[in-house]
């Protein structure tokens, strides 16, 4: 974190305050447009004289069989359309409508109903031949047999409650609310579709609605931007806000009959020559009239003002928007700091590792020596104990007594067992030092070899062997050899007591992502508690007793260190008198260490 005053800082100052002005400048040249265009929207009249459809043969067809079109609307939706106190219909729709009745040149006629129920009504059964404003639903489409235009109006939708209650930010905080919403509104529809069990009070019209929330009747209602302001100033509530906006929006089209397809493609033409001038030239004579009076001081005085309070907002958000971004910039450079000096932890982490993996490798190499020179030092004086003890056995062997016997035979036994440790332990300090000698091998010709060797050894005993087809690998044949050499004589020495023992040689299914094959032996044999399956491949562990089945306990270590060598890696499953699988993984592709 930069200290306050420093070089740093201040450059950020300057960075964060040159960002400012050169915001601001886009705000005020933005402010300056708006003022003209506004300028020029209250100077343009409403242009009713404009490009004429050209029909195509068939619509020309179409026109002549029907030399009177009907049309309705809703009489009751202001400003989209009402009837005005001398009891005309006016509106946005209306206005749109007899628009594109000058561009198409259709005898457009409207007819008067009660109700908006009423128009989808006639709609239906065919009375009238389009509707002058809606909102497409699946509902109507369906049920109604309506196909609809392209939008040519659209608002957001608004939330409306009073002004004592609290602001609503979305449409989930209205499901403990009362909802006064219009019947048969798409609005209403989609509510009641995403809500049904909140508590709707359904009201004939969007005005009947607001005045509903106003008299504290309902609690909200929810409706475009355009109705909401219109109510609001011809009504006069003012204990009325609007709290939200919903992710609804309100698209403004027109529905035509389902059996009347060049009805629709004629209106699609008429609404296609309409600018977004002459549309914002209608919106703005009902929803906000005073655009249309002449300009006069009074009007450009509430335009300064609103511009001017619109320039302060932007400066606003852009002033806020800038010190968000001095913040921003601050956090990063702290965050740099911080994995700076975590990056520094790690390369010392890495220093130390690096030493430790030296120190590791030189201890290794001196345990390897140690268990080398230990053996070569113990085989001489086995062998002179063993010659010893065979030279007693000839000459005394017979004039013993049974207690003598007794510790003659337990001489040649400890001295065998001496020997096949020192053995034990030479071979693992060879594979320690050994270098691996890589060439495709065989294994499962390697395995049936290895069964074959061993025909003496399980003479007179049932053993079920399985030998599945196993792939070839890159290997040291010879380290490989004494592997499964050590893992096959395990099984056959530990499935002695069991009749017939089966014992299984297989690999492992593989998918195509895999990088290892995984072996395994498994056998039905004396198996082991799980809970000390880590102590198998240790040198000198043992889980049963010398005993019982005999060992040095530096097999499985030497497998161990002959798959590992391979870059490869050992793990056992087992459960007592249950058998055991023990498992070894080599890379398809060559890794050693």
Not at 135 to 157: D, M, S, W, Y
Not at 176 to 186: E, F, G, N
Not at 353 to 376: G, P, T, Y
Request: aromatic share 8%; charged share 25%; proline share 4%.
């Amino acid at each position: 974190m930069l200290a306050s005053g420093s070089p740093g800082d201040f450059n950020l100052r300057n960075e964060a305050t040159t960002g400012f002005w050169r915001a601001c400048f886009p705000c005020f040249c933005l402010c300056t447009l708006l003022l003209g265009a506004t300028v020029a929207g209250a100077q343009t009249n409403r242009a009713e004289d404009g490009p004429r459809v050209i029909l195509s043969e068939s619509e020309r067809a179409w026109v002549q069989k029907h030399p009177v079109v009907y049309c309705a609307v809703d009489p009751q939706w202001p400003p989209f359309s009402c009837y005005d106190k001398q009891g005309r219909i006016v509106g946005i729709n209306v206005e749109m409508v007899r628009l594109l009745a000058k561009r198409t040149g259709l005898n457009i006629q409207l007819v008067r109903t009660p109700n908006w129920s009423e128009t989808l009504r006639k709609a239906g059964t065919g009375e009238i031949d389009f509707v002058g404003g809606i909102a497409h639903t699946e509902k109507r489409k369906r049920i109604h047999g309506l196909q609809f235009t392209e939008v040519f109006c659209n608002f957001p939708t608004a939330i409306v409650t009073r002004n004592d209650m609290p602001f609503l930010t979305s449409l989930n905080e209205l499901k403990s609310k009362r909802i006064a919403v219009p019947r048969d509104y798409a609005t209403t529809e989609e509510l009641q579709k995403r809500y049904p069990d909140a508590h709707f009070v359904i009201t004939t019209n969007e005005e009947q609605s607001m005045l509903m929330v106003a008299d504290n009747q309902a609690d909200a209602t929810v409706l475009n931007l355009a109705s909401a302001n219109y109510v609001v100033r011809t009504r006069g509530l003012t204990n009325l806000k609007i709290s939200g906006f919903s992710d609804l929006v309100f698209f403004l089209i027109l529905a035509v009959r389902k059996d009347a397809p060049e009805l629709h493609s004629i209106l699609e033409k008429g609404l296609a020559t309409m600018e977004p001038r002459e549309k914002e030239t209608i919106y703005a004579g009902y929803i906000v009239p005073e655009t249309l009076n002449a300009i006069n001081w009074r009007v450009w005085r509430r335009r300064t003002i609103f511009l001017a309070f619109a320039g302060v907002a932007a400066l606003t958000v852009v002033l806020f928007w800038n010190r968000s971004l001095a913040r921003e910039i601050r956090q990063r450079k702290t965050a740099e700091t911080a994995l700076l000096q975590a990056r520094d932890k790690l390369e010392a982490r890495a220093w130390e590792m690096q030493e430790l993996n030296e120190k590791l490798i030189c201890a290794n190499k001196d345990l390897e020596s140690f268990s080398a020179s230990v053996s070569h030092d113990l085989k001489s004086p086995l062998r002179r104990l063993r010659s010893f003890a065979d030279l007693l056995d000839e000459d005394a062997g017979s004039r013993l007594d049974a207690e003598p016997r007794q510790y003659l035979d337990a001489i040649h036994y400890e001295v065998r067992r001496m020997t096949e440790l020192t053995e034990a332990l030479l071979a693992l300090a060879r594979i320690g030092r050994a270098e691996l000698h890589f060439a495709p091998v065989n294994l499962e010709e390697l395995t049936r070899e290895i069964i074959g060797n061993m025909q003496v050894e399980t003479q007179g005993r049932e053993i079920l062997w399985q030998v599945h087809p196993l792939p070839e690998i890159q290997g040291d044949r010879g380290l490989l050899k004494q592997v499964l050499a050590n893992l096959i004589d395990n099984a056959v020495k530990f499935t002695r007591e069991h009749t017939p023992a089966r014992i299984e040689i297989g690999v492992l299914p593989e998918s195509a992502a895999s990088e290892e094959v995984v072996f395994y032996v498994k056998d039905n044999g004396a198996g082991f508690e799980m809970e000390y399956a880590g102590k198998l491949f240790e040198t000198f562990q043992r889980l049963h007793h010398q005993e019982e089945y005999e060992g040095s306990g530096v097999g499985l270590a030497n497998v161990k260190r002959i798959i590992q060598k391979h870059g490869g890696r050992v793990w056992a499953e087992g459960h007592v008198n249950q058998g055991a699988t023990f498992y070894f993984s080599l890379p398809k592709k060559k890794r050693y260490g």
